[in-house]
């Protein structure tokens, strides 16, 4: 059996396209694809819970599961290598198009799927600590992070206003109705009063 395995991990996304790389592939090499596997889920859940968790239970001596790329069967070393593994005691080949890989039993398959998964493993990594560090260094320096303040022309021009909004406040008037009079937002009319009030 051949079967042509889509994933996507969010309802956004479009299987169609990685379909249509499979399709496109198998039809320049004269190979059919006897069942398709497609399923909308994150790498991150556990793989009994994935079509492909089921699939790999499925695989018998001969069988080829073919994938538009390495990384729509696992998300991290362990669970490729896992996925390899399983796939190599039952003889049946994965192949990916992106990276031209045709892993089957030979030492070669294992070699090239335990460098590829540690070095995709690596960049995560890498890059889950430039981004640990970029926020830090922006902490460091005093930067606001997450969403900007209200513009500091905004509170310059309400600074002119003080004794007018202080004294809306004070009549009750709603921050809302305060913020729409003078073109800024509500939250930083409630700041400018809070700061400003006695």
């Given amino acids: 059996m051949i079967y042509g395995y889509i994933r996507v991990s969010t309802q956004t996304q479009v299987l169609e396209n990685q379909r249509l790389a499979i399709s496109t592939y198998c039809e320049a090499n004269n190979i059919e694809i006897n069942k398709w596997v497609e399923e909308k889920i994150s790498s991150r859940k556990p793989l009994k819970e994935r079509k492909l968790g089921k699939l790999l239970k499925k695989l ?12 729509r069967l696992g998300r991290n070393l362990l669970e490729v290598m896992g996925i390899l593994k399983e796939c190599l005691e039952r003889e049946c ?8 890989y045709r892993l089957g039993s030979d030492i070669q398959s294992k070699v090239l799927a335990f460098a590829f998964s540690l070095a995709a493993e ?3 990594q890498l890059i889950s600590e430039r981004t640990k560090e970029a926020l830090k260094r922006v902490k460091a320096e005093g930067k606001h992070l997450g969403r900007p303040f209200g513009r500091k022309s905004a509170f310059n021009d309400l600074k002119k206003n ?7 406040a004070e009549q ?14 509500r939250s930083t009319i409630r700041r400018f009063i809070n700061q400003h009030k006695d």
Avoid: C, H
């Fill in 60 to 71: 018998k001596k001969g069988d080829i599961l073919i994938a538009s790329e390495l990384s």
């Fill in 162 to 168: 003080k004794e007018r909004i202080l004294q809306l």
């Fill in 93 to 100: 080949q994965i192949w990916t198009l992106k990276e031209n």
């Fill in 122 to 124: 690596i960049e995560r």
């Fill in 172 to 185: 009750n008037i709603p921050k809302t109705q305060i913020a729409r009079m003078f073109k800024v937002d």
